[in-house]
């Protein structure tokens, strides 16, 4: 499970979603932990408390920049209507989150897709349904409030800062929602997995690590994060690469994540053909029809019936886009 976790935490560190303007203020970075255990147990303890600022200290200094050159290679490449009609969608995906809680609540198609149906009767559906609905309703949001609907604000992103202080922000933004006063952004008990598995880290701190063809390993027991299925241990290997402990498989695809991710800015935000939108308007032109027939919803069963059609247009879209990746 600690690979979705840096992922998640990767995902938000790249999210379009806060900036110096906004006031925040970050305490300075902690030096490079000594050995991957520690490494480990920062992120997941910054995790607990909605700081990924961890995560990104831990990320050496070549990656951060490689980061912070994406930031700049979209301020300088942002077509307007794009980022005009981006953030007009996700102030009305927010608007339609808000105006339709029972008929999200009783969505069968989004208790399939997030897994809620899983083991849990129909209120509990619906409770964890809304909560996933008001937790993203929040983040939204923070980001369209936020100075970045003017894509020249790019230059003023400090992505340390946005780690250390966005979560915490969108927090505060779910807990003004009617019923989530004083509730955690995150479940409590998954907060709780979190820190148990860090005290088990920092428990064997002193032990010899086990080391596979030149990597550290470290065990993580499965059910310290999750419920679902039986305990499995999956092994995590750590090199030490410019002064951090780092994942090992992410050291070794570090440079194809930043190509790619330079390739699908490029994507986003050029036209492919002479004459022709291009992968990011002809995805944006679905989603926005997508979103008139979800707000044109007036029951649940309705609601599903948009969301497979949006589901089956986004789909014939991406593998569109990654068959002509593949041809160049």
């Not at 927010?94 to 989004?110: H, N, T």
């Not at 999750?226 to 750590?238: H, R, S």
């Not at 695809?253 to 800015?265: E, G, K, P, T, V």
């Amino acid at each position: 499970m600690i690979r979705p976790l840096f992922a998640l935490c990767g995902l938000s560190l790249c999210a379009v979603v806060g900036m110096r303007a906004l006031g925040y203020g970050a305490s300075g970075p902690l030096p490079p932990a000594e050995k991957p255990l520690e490494a480990c147990s920062r992120v997941l303890r910054g995790f607990a408390r909605l700081d990924l600022s961890p995560a990104w200290d831990s990320l050496p200094l070549a990656w951060q920049d490689d980061l912070n050159g994406l930031v700049d290679k979209l301020e300088d490449s942002a077509q307007p209507e794009l980022w005009a009609r981006s953030f007009s969608m996700m102030q009305r995906l927010d608007a339609l989150l808000r105006s339709k809680p029972m008929i999200v609540a009783g969505s069968q198609r989004l208790a399939t897709l997030t897994g809620a149906a899983e083991g849990r009767t129909d209120a509990e559906r619906q409770d964890y349904l809304d909560g996933i609905r008001c937790r993203t309703a929040a983040v939204l949001t923070k980001i369209t409030s936020s100075p970045l609907v003017d894509p020249d604000n790019l230059g003023y992103l400090d992505l340390r800062e946005l780690a250390q202080e966005f979560l915490p922000s969108v927090e505060e933004e779910y807990q003004a929602i009617d019923g989530h006063l004083g509730e955690s952004f995150l479940e409590p008990a998954f907060t709780l997995k979190l820190v148990a598995q860090a005290d088990l880290l920092d428990a064997n701190t002193g032990s010899q690590m086990p080391y596979i063809d030149g990597l550290a390993s470290i065990d993580i027991e499965s059910s310290r994060i999750t419920d679902q299925g039986p305990a499995w241990i999956y092994k995590v290997f750590f090199t030490h690469f410019e002064d951090r402990w780092c994942e090992a498989s992410l050291v070794s695809q570090w440079d194809d994540l930043m190509l790619s991710a330079n390739d699908r800015i490029d994507a986003w935000t050029q036209n492919t053909e002479a004459g022709k939108h291009g992968f990011a308007l002809d995805l944006l032109a679905a989603l926005e029809g997508a979103l008139t027939d979800l707000e044109e919803a007036t029951t649940s069963v309705e609601f599903d019936s948009a969301l497979d059609l949006t589901t089956g247009k986004v789909g014939a879209l991406v593998m569109r886009e990654k068959l002509r990746f593949m041809m160049k």
